[in-house]
């Protein structure tokens, strides 16, 4: 049988496998969910549930012993990336790139060695790729709190209450700090103190110009003063310097790409070699000396990487 018939049987096998895992576990998560709730509300028998409300949430996900509370970081960034993923869904993506890359890898004509090497590389891609997304949405609500603190300022020179001027931010603007500013107002509602709700806001969402906003409503609440005009200034701040961030990134465009090209030539040449003449790259494995200087090569590369990182990033 041709080697792409297997490759591409496998890689589907351990999809299919994966898809199937999650949706078993999404199934009896939901119906062990809807008869609890069944018996928690029906009184047709005559007889009392005995279903604490712990039980309840733990068939919802939000279990104190479950995976995620031993994990907090990894909580904290499915929080902050606003999707609907879990802990299941999480571990089985990890799984699935980590097998699929790997069995890609040998069937590809790789040795064991590199498909582990690789399954362990494509593991990453899940966290990755969250990351990316986290990345992407806090800099899309670092964008949208200028005008959203601007609004509230507004409603607050109107004669409404900072509650009020939250809510409105919440219905009127759109994600993702339309769903935050939500969640913050929603906090309020169910009777959590104003100061310990922006208090989550800011440990939900971190953003230095966030925690202006929070830490001056608190002083303002304690001390007085015209929470409107701070506002306003909060958000000519903000204003300010991104306008100076788009000049620095206008200035040090060209470093910035002398960055990545000088990233991605050594792994590019290297693969080019291979392909060309594999026996002469050979020698970088086979060798004691050649592994010696692979190793070395890829630790200089990684901190070749972080330096350009570092000269490149100017903090505003």
């Given at each position: ?19 199937a ?5 999404t199934s009896s ?6 008869g ?17 409300p ?18 907090p ?29 790997g ?12 498909g ?21 949405r806090?800099?899309?609500?670092a964008?949208?709190?200028p ?25 009127e ?78 200035l040090?465009g ?41 190793g ?21």
């Amino acid at each position: 049988m041709s080697p792409i018939i297997i490759l591409i049987a496998v890689f589907v096998g351990v999809t299919g496998v994966g898809i199937a895992v999650v949706l078993m576990l999404t199934s009896s998560q939901a119906t062990t969910t809807e008869g609890r709730l069944q018996a928690y509300t029906s009184n047709a028998s005559g007889k009392s549930a005995e279903v604490s409300p712990r039980q309840l949430l733990d068939d919802l996900g939000i279990s104190t012993k479950g995976f995620l509370k031993r994990l907090p970081a990894l909580e904290t960034l499915f929080a902050q990336t606003g999707t609907n993923i879990n802990g299941s869904k999480f571990l089985m993506a990890t799984a699935v790139c980590a097998v699929g890359g790997g069995v890609l890898t040998v069937f590809a004509g790789g040795l064991l060695w590199a498909g582990a090497a690789v399954g362990l590389v494509c593991c990453s891609l899940p966290t990755l790729y969250l990351m990316f997304i986290r990345k992407r949405r806090l800099a899309k609500f670092a964008k949208q709190l200028p005008e959203a603190l601007e609004l509230v300022s507004r409603a607050l020179r109107a004669g409404h209450s900072l509650a009020s001027g939250i809510n409105l931010v919440a219905s009127e603007m759109p994600d993702p700090i339309g769903s935050e500013f939500a969640k913050c107002y929603e906090e309020q509602n169910f009777g959590i103190a104003l100061e310990d709700s922006l208090e989550n806001f800011s440990k939900r969402v971190p953003n230095l110009d966030l925690r202006f906003f929070v830490t001056a409503v608190i002083l303002q609440r304690q001390t007085g003063g015209d929470l409107a005009e701070i506002l306003d200034k909060i958000g000519r701040l903000i204003r300010e310097r991104y306008k100076i961030w788009g000049q620095i990134q206008a200035l040090t465009g060209e470093g910035r790409l002398s960055g990545i090209v000088l990233l991605i030539l050594p792994p590019a040449l290297f693969v080019a070699m291979y392909r060309l003449n594999p026996e002469y790259s050979q020698t970088l494995f086979t060798d004691p000396m050649g592994r010696q200087m692979l190793g070395v090569a890829i630790v200089m590369q990684f901190l070749g990487a972080l330096v350009i990182r570092q000269i490149i990033n100017i903090k505003v």
